[in-house]
């Protein structure tokens, strides 16, 4: 079985600050990692992803996330966000070869002040 | 073109009464899943449909849920004898071919409220 844990709930920052959204995930079986975005009254969206490859992934906003096995973490950062970041953001796993149904962390609340 | 809809959009509902919920996926999408979301939650897994059959239902709560999606497309979510407990946002989400490897693309959700 999986988990994911999201430790922050919620994650206060001003505008043009750098932040990072910490996920640390649990599996007995390899796994494939997600950052989902969930704006104001909208769905959940895929923000980027790590199935294989290089550990660094980007996405097409500026945000970035390191695969880091040894420490089960997937870490999701912005060097520079604006008002528009302003989201919830869900850390998700899924084990290779399987099903491909989503383990979802809690969620940080990603709140970005002028 | 189109994405994922859910419908109705909200639902309010007393205990113990029987509820449906509706999922469109994106046309030619072979997989299927609907996930329970709720308050202060992450979206918790409840059944995976490939084609027609349930391929993974380890995510039902209970025999008071059940899904079904008989020509493979439109999936209808049932919930019977409902409780507040049941209270939730569902969401349903398509991928392509359910591949381990495949995005999964989600619809904005049903609002059930039990009163």
């Known amino acids: 079985a999986q988990s994911v844990t999201q430790l922050d709930s919620q994650v206060p920052v001003f505008e043009e600050a750098p932040v990072e959204l910490r996920c640390n995930y649990s599996?007995?079986?390899?796994?494939?990692l997600f950052w989902y975005v969930q704006y104001p009254n909208q769905g959940l969206q895929l923000l980027l992803k790590?199935?294989?490859?290089?550990?660094l992934v980007e996405s097409i906003n500026g945000f970035e996330a390191e695969f880091n096995k040894s420490q089960t973490s997937f870490h999701l950062r912005k060097p520079s966000v604006h008002i528009s970041d302003t989201a919830e953001y869900f850390c998700a796993v899924s084990a290779r070869g399987a099903t491909n149904k989503l383990i979802f962390g809690t969620g940080t609340l990603l709140a970005v002040q002028p | 073109g189109a994405g994922v809809s859910q419908t109705p959009s909200n639902k309010v509902t007393e205990k113990g009464k029987y509820v449906e919920l509706r999922c469109d996926p994106i046309s030619g999408h072979t997989a299927l899943y609907w996930y329970r979301q709720s308050l202060g939650q992450g979206p918790e897994f409840l059944i995976y449909?490939?084609?027609?059959?349930?391929?993974?239902d380890s995510g039902l709560p209970n025999d008071r849920f059940f899904a079904v999606r008989p020509e493979g497309s439109v999936s209808t979510l049932k919930i019977q004898r409902t409780e507040r407990g049941d209270s939730a946002v569902y969401l349903c989400?398509?991928?392509?071919?359910?591949?381990?490897?495949?995005?999964?693309?989600f619809g904005p959700g049903t609002r059930l409220t039990v009163t």
């Open positions: 599996s007995s079986v390899s796994v494939y």
């Open positions: 449909f490939q084609g027609t059959g349930a391929a993974d």
């Open positions: 989400a398509s991928s392509p071919m359910g591949l381990d490897t495949d995005e999964q693309y």
């Open positions: 790590y199935l294989s490859g290089s550990t």
